[in-house]
Nanobody
Framework: VQLQASGGGLVQAGGSLRLSCAASGRTFSEYGMGWFRQAPGKEREFVAAISWNGDRTLYGDSVKGRLTISRDNTKKTVYLQMNSLKPEDTAVYYC???????????????????WGQGTLVTVSS
């Protein structure tokens, strides 16, 4: 399984970005997907997750109401729409694929066995 994240960049506080993560190598539509982030000097943090069929989403407390996860199974891609960005959102964002097919997604990184290379988001104040 390969995951390719893209869409990061430099944005001013209050701005928006949309991250994408394209998957290849397995049946994308049967696996939950997640986004995590890691800021310099900090531990990796759960951001959002979406179930394999898109009917369930989870969000970290710090991003609720501002970030939205979605997926397009026909394109084998998961998205993270990021609105009202804050300087504290600055981090490398990683997409991740769940280890098991058709399982409920959670917030623990140990549930995800496939990771993209990360895309840097920098929010200036």
């Amino acid at each position: 399984v390969q995951l390719q994240a893209s869409g990061g960049g430099l944005v001013q506080a209050g701005g928006s970005l949309r991250l994408s993560c394209a998957a290849s190598g397995r049946t994308f539509s049967e696996y939950g997907m997640g986004w995590f982030r890691q800021a310099p000097g900090k531990e990796r943090e759960f951001v959002a997750a979406i179930s394999w069929n898109g009917d369930r989403t989870l969000y970290g407390d710090s991003v609720k109401g501002r970030l939205t996860i979605s997926r397009d199974n026909t394109k084998k891609t998961v998205y993270l729409q990021m609105n009202s960005l804050k300087p504290e959102d600055t981090a490398v964002y990683y997409c991740a694929g769940h280890l098991r097919a058709r399982r409920t997604v959670g917030i623990g990184s140990e549930e995800y066995g496939y990771w993209g290379q990360g895309t840097l988001v920098t929010v200036s104040s």
